[in-house]
């Protein structure tokens, strides 16, 4: 695994980090700074930023794939759980339900006793030659009665209280089913939805290379509304805001190759004039660029002047075709959204130029 490699595993689990600080299921990185320009610049500057996370972004995605997966398991062993659980309530009920029809018919067999009872002492104290036997007899039937319905109460209100009981306990039990089975049924749409997601993900590549096509309209669109306050700084180098992001990872991940780069980007307009004149150009406002000792572009036309183009540097001198920083850029510059410019092996932009 090259440094580089690590680098990028870095940079993917603390972002997978983040996107789990903020609540994100899937989710992207959120967008950098950049810019208030044209809408294109926008375009240029979110294509090459999904570009630069893409790894981050489908390790998020893969990372919330498997939690989802994990979820799906988790659910179905509780909603299998669960089910037996709802089974043994259900046949608990059943049980009371029973015990409970059981009991009230009991106690209805008692009162109904016990009325009759009631009704054999009634005529036994009416009887004219009352017989005291008869009245003894019948006063004990009913104390007998009484005394089974009272039993048949108590019997009748513990039934119905494990009744009572049972169908909570069953309720229970379906809510846990239904609960386990809506678990079950989310994360397996959630993880239809990453699946799919994953495999529609766009390739680092194709990011970049959309957004390579939109280099010489970005550069024609900023122009005109062009602003010192565009500009930004990354890592002491002045920048369009717009490559601000770009910028700052190629410098980190040439770091981590073991390549320092460094530059100069965005200069005035009247430093332009300045350096025509220093490089020895036959007129400043006319003249070809390569007609200068040292290649500068007419005032007015450099992407300097807009923070789009860089003049790399590395250690402190200029870069040449035959440094370590011209060969890694050579490789990787793309990547990042910089071109160079052939003429000039120290000079990268967005559209070449």
Not at 1 to 17: D, G, P, V
Not at 66 to 93: K, P, V
Not at 125 to 139: E, F, Y
Request: charged residues 20%.
């Amino acid at each position: 695994m090259t440094t580089r490699q690590r680098t990028l595993q870095k940079s993917a689990a603390a972002a997978i980090i983040a996107l789990a600080t903020a609540g994100t299921a899937i989710g992207l990185p959120a967008a950098p700074a950049r810019a208030a320009a044209p809408k294109i610049a926008a375009s240029w500057s979110t294509l090459m930023y999904r570009s630069l996370t893409h790894d981050t972004t489908l390790q998020a995605m893969k990372t919330s794939l498997a939690d989802q997966q994990a979820a799906i398991t988790r659910w179905n062993t509780e909603l299998a759980t669960a089910g037996r659980a709802q089974r043994g309530t259900r046949a608990a009920l059943v049980t009371a339900t029973t015990a409970d029809t059981v009991a009230r018919t009991r106690l209805s067999t008692a009162r109904t006793a016990l009325t009759s009872a009631k009704q054999t002492l009634s005529k036994a104290l009416k009887q004219k030659s009352r017989s005291h036997a008869a009245v003894t007899r019948a006063n004990k039937a009913v104390a007998a009665a009484s005394k089974t319905v009272t039993l048949r109460k108590a019997q009748a209100q513990a039934a119905a209280t494990k009744l009572a009981d049972a169908g909570k306990a069953s309720r229970g039990a379906i809510a846990r089913v239904n609960k386990a089975d809506a678990g079950v049924k989310y994360e397996t749409s959630a993880a239809a939805k990453t699946r799919a997601a994953i495999a529609a993900l766009p390739t680092a590549a194709s990011y970049a290379a959309q957004a390579a096509t939109l280099g010489k309209d970005v550069v024609n669109q900023v122009r005109p509304a062009f602003k010192l306050t565009d500009t930004t700084q990354v890592y002491g180098v002045t920048v369009n805001k717009t490559v601000a992001f770009a910028f700052k990872r190629m410098i980190d991940d040439a770091r981590a190759d073991g390549v320092q780069i460094s530059g100069g980007g965005f200069r005035t307009t009247q430093r332009q004039i300045e350096l025509r004149t220093i490089n020895g150009c036959p007129d400043v406002w006319t003249a070809p660029s390569s007609s200068c000792r040292v290649p500068t572009a007419i005032p007015g036309r450099s992407l300097h002047e807009i923070g789009l183009a860089v003049d790399i540097s590395s250690g402190g001198k200029t870069i040449s075709s035959k440094t370590a920083a011209f060969k890694w850029l050579s490789l990787h510059g793309k990547e990042y959204g910089f071109v160079n410019f052939p003429a000039e092996a120290w000079h990268w932009s967005i559209s070449g130029n």
